[in-house]
Nanobody, 125 residues
């Protein structure tokens, strides 16, 4: 059974940085796409970034480009999200997701099969 465990969330001031981690277990991830999504209260789940486990192709949400970087460590089965220049509007619960057999790094939450429990990121102004 695939399990995704996020960590690294917290409280940070505007302009600061955080690095989120997603530890994956219970599967063979060479054919998976890994994604980060976020959801704030009263808002829809939003695509943040994604990476192909096989060739490291990446994709980013429009408002994250240039500020966030997604990466992976195959040996540790872990995906990271480095977030810089954080803004109060980045405040949200961040979720890690795994999509089995995806041919592209999708920005659609419905195409991901497994989800973590989420980690809270709060950016103060």
């Amino acid at each position: 059974q695939v399990q995704l465990v996020e960590s690294g969330g917290g409280l940070v001031q505007a302009g600061g940085s955080l690095r989120l981690s997603c530890a994956a277990s219970g599967g063979t991830f060479s054919s998976y796409v890994m994604g980060w999504f976020r959801q704030a209260p009263g808002k829809e789940r939003e695509f943040v970034a994604g990476i192909s486990w096989s060739d490291s192709t990446t994709n980013y949400g429009a408002s994250m480009k240039g500020r966030f970087t997604i990466s992976r460590d195959n040996a540790k089965n872990t995906v990271y999200l480095q977030m810089n220049s954080l803004k109060p509007e980045d405040t949200s619960v961040y979720y890690c997701a795994a999509g089995r057999g995806l041919l592209v790094v999708s920005n659609l939450a419905g195409q991901y099969d497994y989800w973590g429990q989420g980690t809270q990121v709060t950016v103060s102004s």
